[in-house]
């Protein structure tokens, strides 16, 4: 990975000692997992504030705040990637680190998992860690700005199961034209997630790209597309009477009229990681490789 997308020997804790928490609701098992972080911050005279929505009631000295709210030298996520863009999507500063502890189903985003975050939350407090940063994606239509996107943005038919017809632009000049379910464009982060899924490769945060996506094109009429992530993109949707949707990170939607034009460049902000080490190719290896069982 870069250099330039590396925090070495960040200064973690600041005057402020305090972290937030966030944790995927309605899980004993994570419930148990925030009361040995919260115990061991507050044994360390560290505030904690916790997501009134996720975990108000893991311990008695937590604060219990809005995520939005949360003015903290980092925030703890305990679940899977779907927690972290939760959080991230009402974070009031979205370059407050995030330490994420993996409860989910894959968890490519985060750094440890719940047998060993206790362990890796010591060193992070000793600053023996890294800072990992990851692109942002800004989006909107004309001058209407939409939240950031640390994955993608998707642009969908506001009718389900119906076509849009795109016309692709990069930096004023016409890519590519055709039909499909729905594009997306996506940060090396998202080439990893739902644009992976989709059939678009997997993009490594050293190439300082993006990636256009098809979903479901008919005949191949649209094409994947990696794209250097100083372009400017732009999707019009040029049926008549065929609506869309603008879908940031599977969080969030706008409505995209028939006629308009989605734009979507690099953001200014980025996302940044809590990790003991530079680990892009450990994670991809041990969670997005399939693993085959192989019988004597």
């Known amino acids: 990975m870069c250099l330039e997308l590396i925090e070495s020997n960040p200064q973690i804790l600041t005057e402020k000692r305090a972290v937030g928490l966030v944790c995927k609701p309605g899980r004993l098992d994570i419930e148990k997992t925030a009361t040995l972080l919260v115990d061991y911050l507050i044994g360390k005279n560290i505030r904690v504030l916790g997501d009134r929505g996720s975990c108000p009631k893991v311990h008695e000295k937590v604060e219990v705040v809005e995520i939005s709210d949360m003015d903290v030298d980092f925030v703890i996520t305990i679940g899977g990637d779907g927690t972290i863009l939760y959080t991230l999507g009402q974070l009031p500063n979205r370059k407050t680190p995030l330490f994420c502890v993996n409860k989910g189903t894959i968890g490519f985003m985060t750094e440890s998992n719940t047998t060993n975050a206790l362990p890796t939350l010591k060193e992070i407090l000793k600053n023996n860690c890294i800072i990992e940063r990851s692109v942002n994606i800004a989006s909107g239509v004309g001058s209407q700005q939409f939240e950031d996107a640390l994955n993608e943005v998707y642009v969908v038919s506001r009718r389900p199961g119906r076509l849009l017809t795109f016309d692709v632009r990069v930096d004023g000049v016409q890519v590519d034209y055709g039909r499909a379910d729905g594009t997306m464009v996506a940060t090396p982060t998202g080439s990893s997630a739902y644009a992976l899924a989709a059939g678009g490769s997997i993009l490594t945060p050293n190439v300082h790209g993006l990636i256009f ?27 008549a009477a065929a609506p869309g949707l603008a879908v940031i990170d599977g969080q969030t939607q706008y409505d995209v009229g028939a006629g308009e034009i989605v734009w979507i460049r690099k953001a200014e902000g980025v996302t940044r990681f809590i990790r003991l080490a530079d680990n892009y190719y450990h994670r991809v290896n041990t969670r997005l490789v399939p693993r085959m069982q192989v019988k004597p």
């Open 213 to 239: 996506v098809p979903v479901c094109p008919p005949r191949f009429e649209l094409k994947s597309l990696v794209i250097p992530d100083d372009a400017n993109i732009e999707l019009e949707l040029v049926k």
